[in-house]
Nanobody, 123 residues
Framework: QVQLVESGGGLVQAGGSLRLSCAAS????????MGWFRQAPGKERAFVAT???????YYADSVKGRFTISRDNAKNTVYLQMNSLKPEDTAVYYC?????????????????WGQGTRVTVSS
């Protein structure tokens, strides 16, 4: 049973930073790409960032240069460092484990999802 548990969400002022964590269990973490998605109020879930098993990263244009995805295979954890946060970054952020070691920017590329952690950015 694969489990993904996100943490680190909260309320922050615009321009501030947060670091999200996602602890994974139930599969060989280092063998799979990982991703972050977000769902803003009234919108569909959208891709944020992904990292391959080997550390190759890819970002949505809206977060490029502000967010950094990383992973610690020894800790079975993926992170999302979010800097220069904007009110439009307000959303529930979901961690996901990919079906393979390759990066994907679409939901169908992922077969396990966390429960989400809420990030609110005030103006």
């Amino acid at each position: 049973q694969v489990q993904l548990v996100e943490s680190g969400g909260g309320l922050v002022q615009a321009g501030g930073s947060l670091r999200l964590s996602c602890a994974a269990s139930g599969r060989t973490f280092s063998s799979y790409a990982m991703g972050w998605f977000r769902q803003a109020p009234g919108k569909e879930r959208a891709f944020v960032a992904t990292i391959s098993s080997g550390g190759v990263t890819y970002y949505a244009d809206s977060v490029k240069g502000r967010f950094t995805i990383s992973r610690d295979n020894a800790k079975n954890t993926v992170y999302l460092q979010m800097n220069s946060l904007k009110p439009e970054d307000t959303a529930v952020y979901y961690c996901a484990s990919a079906r393979t070691l390759y990066i994907y920017d679409k939901e169908y590329g992922y077969d396990y999802w966390g429960q989400g952690t809420r990030v609110t950015v005030s103006s």
